[in-house]
């Protein structure tokens, strides 16, 4: 065989190598390889040069194979890309991404909820809150619709408001919030009520000429402040605690205030009379609000909120009723309420006339859960027949017991 000559010899040893380098490069100098600048004329003298060139090449390579190697084993970052690097943050300290707990809202029971309501400490709103949410931040707003906003601007994460009272019945301003805005009933609380009589200490009964409170509680206690004697003048303000704070901060000694008995230890007043309102099974139930509603289930009692609208007279009236009586499901409250944006409708007659009749709305509570099918099927024929169907929520019934304020 003819011997190589020493050119053909080490030129052949150079693609050897080179076929060798392209087939088993390691995936870590593959990194580094797509890492590294490109330099034309090291790449031009690594082809046309001598064999040291080449294998000085290949040094350089390695060693910075074995320092990036290095690098990350020890966790120190000295280069990127070749380049010297300042002030790199470490990767353990980088901020984590937000996960769907950190976005969740604050749980069922506890101390991180804040649940608004209408009123000043002292409030029967915020004994109903301390009932659903025990241990919870209590967040007092001098308005009904305020307390929908904290919740609808994040200030709280629920709202705890009254809708009906077993004396004074329904609270119609709140059911008239419940349409305007977007929260979603999660829960209700019946809250008895015990009414006191309550004024500045060292004022009597027979100073008093006048009794100030919110009108449903004046309304409860009527026939109790006759019975007492107290043929003073009625003022109504925005709530029972709040006319408590009214006299204390006054000093109005022929003033006095119908609230609770917190109320009366919060703004150092006396009781008067105690236990006033006139029946003693007085109860107000509440509703809880959310942003967001709450998954229906059947594994325990649950009552559903709708409202809902019909353009075709009262005959539609019962047959939406008879879409939940055909399925056995309980009605627990009706209330009809003025359409605000459409007050009268026009129904025309041939042979009578133009009528003008009130256009109402229609709230109604029944005793089932959405997750059951027959709740579905009955609100998918009420649907057939109104013009308008919303959904306020479906929760759980408060089961609660709970005694009569006071004996007879």
Known sequence: MQALSPATSTNLEFLLARRRRVNRVAPSQMIIRSAYRYDSANAASSANGSRADWQASCAILASKVVSQQDTEKTGEITAVNGHRTLDL????????????????????????LRVAYQGVPGAYSEAAAGKAYPECEAIPCDQFEVAFQAVELWIADRAVLPVENSLGGSIHRNYDLLLRHR??????????????????????KEYLTRVISHPQALAQCEHTLTKLGLNVAREAVDDTAGAAEFVANNKLLDTGAIASARAAELYGLNILADGIQD????VTRFVLLAREPIIPRTDRPFKTS???AHDKGTSVLFKVLSAFAFRNISLTKIESRPHR???????????????KHFEYLFYVDFEASMAESRAQNALAEVQEFTSFLRVLGSYPMDMTPWSPSRED
């Open 341 to 355: 944006n459409r007050p009268i409708r026009l129904v025309n007659d041939e042979n009578v006339g133009t009528a």
């Open 306 to 308: 709708i409202v809902f």
């Open 89 to 112: 943050v470490p990767i353990d300290n980088l901020p984590k991404p937000l996960t769907i707990s950190d976005l969740a809202p604050a749980p069922m029971h506890g101390s991180t």
């Open 279 to 282: 029946d003693s099974s007085n």
């Open 183 to 204: 929260l979603h009933i999660v829960g209700e609380v019946q809250l008895p009520v015990h009414h006191c009589l309550l004024a500045l200490p060292g004022a009597r």
